[in-house]
């Protein structure tokens, strides 16, 4: 008797299934400078991340109403609708689409933690590629565990100015 080395599908036993199991995570990119968008999208898709990309908040709340995203990248120094402001309106909306804000310059005020509607971790710019990875992964890994996290702070803010801002939104 020949043996056939064959699932019950009919699809050899060692090949890979036709379809995945587990779809990659999609990942919402907004930033206004092109080649920063195009690095970041390189970088997420080179690590298994689905990457969509925006280049102002209009488009970006377009996208985010019409699709799901598992987590959203956003400069908050964008022109047409500021990423901090689109932020809010989302929240307001019940959007509740996981957020990193990618920030030029820390704020230079002391903010209120209300005004920082549930914006999971903080990227400031300058930041490497190792540490948006990090960051993305972290951010991620907490949300699909269900845990409640507090703001985190950039692992490149190492100013006493910085330190200040941060312990004040964690309060």
Same mark, same amino acid.
Do not use: A, H, R, T
């Given at each position: 008797m020949k043996a056939y080395n064959n699932s019950r599908t009919g699809w050899p036993a060692k090949a890979a299934l036709p379809c995945p199991t587990n779809p990659p995570q999609r990942i919402l990119?907004? *930033? *206004?400078?092109?080649?920063?968008r195009r690095l970041n999208t390189e970088v997420l898709r080179g690590s298994g991340y689905q990457v969509d990309t925006a280049e102002n908040g209009l488009v970006a709340m377009h996208l985010l109403n019409s699709g799901h995203h598992d987590l959203l990248i956003i400069e908050d120094e964008l022109s047409m609708v500021p990423g901090l402001e689109l932020v809010k309106e989302l929240r307001y909306q019940d959007i509740m689409v996981p957020v990193i804000l990618l920030l030029g310059t820390p704020p230079t005020k002391v903010s209120n933690r209300n005004?920082?509607? !549930?914006? !999971?971790a903080i990227l400031l710019k300058p930041y490497t590629i190792a540490e948006l990875i990090r960051t993305v992964k972290e951010v991620l890994r907490a949300v699909g565990s269900g845990a409640s996290f507090q703001f985190a702070p950039p692992a490149n803010w190492q100013s006493p100015v910085c330190s200040r801002w941060v312990t004040a939104l964690n309060m």
């Open positions: 990119v907004v *930033e *206004e400078e092109p080649d920063i005004l920082w509607p !549930q914006i !999971q």
